[in-house]
């Protein structure tokens, strides 16, 4: 399967012309605490999608980073209350902590302000899939038996972050679009490749040994909707460079939604509403 049907509009008018409603969102990765964090684009989304379901997948919020040094802008706490609103107005969100947030791990069963938090869960698509649902960090080796390894493994990335903004603040002034540096980095290391694809085997195992139909996680921050390991596999992604999601519509189909490639057109159809429109799609 493809990671998207073009049959799909991004505008489909509900209740609001702004809205695209979809039955299942998926995110994971957030890593609110953090400068790389693009909580302003995830609130741009979440403008744009409205779900009955949401699941956070994990490194929602980025514990390492907010022991070593406080990072909480508006946009942060913005999200946050974005979030909070979804589940006042009848959504239900289903946090299931990783790595970066596992501190959420001990409250495990509980459920805080509305929100659920559970280690692992298998979701049932409209059309009857199950999918086993978790953040996938329980797989990684280096995570759970060489974290020193992981702790160095993440300073380096936050520094690859720092060099993209800058880098990525002289390409919107010639002109150029966003542009990933560490997915540059992925795409064209082999060890960074195989890592990735060995990773999706061990999910896909694991997804076998559930016996589900799929499996969706993130942690790895490479987007991904695929069948080609026998079960579909999804990754949802991040929104620290890629800005992805995967969601699920009303006739169970998944698609994964890469925000950066559909934010023109979000925001060329809310330029043509109505001045009120507009305000009322941002609240």
Partial sequence: MTEGNSERELIRPRDEASTYRVRTLFLSDIHLGTRGCQAEALLEFLRAYDADTIYLVGDIVDGW?????????????????????????????????????????????????????????VHETAAGQRLLVLHGDQFDMVVRHAKWLAFLGDGAYTLALGVNTYLNLVRRKLGFPYWSLSGWAKAKVKNAVNFIGRFEEVLVNEGKRSRVDGIVCGHIHSAALHDKLGIRYANTGDWVESCTALVEHFDGALELIRWNERRAAYLATLATLEPELSVQAAE
């Fill in 65 to 121: 980073r907010l022991k070593a040094r406080w990072h909480w802008p508006q946009p942060h706490n913005d999200l946050v209350q974005k979030l909070l609103r979804k589940v006042r107005k009848g959504a239900r969100i289903i946090y299931l902590p990783g790595n970066h947030d596992e501190f959420l791990r001990d409250y495990c069963g509980t459920n805080f302000g509305g929100i659920e938090i559970l280690d692992r869960v």
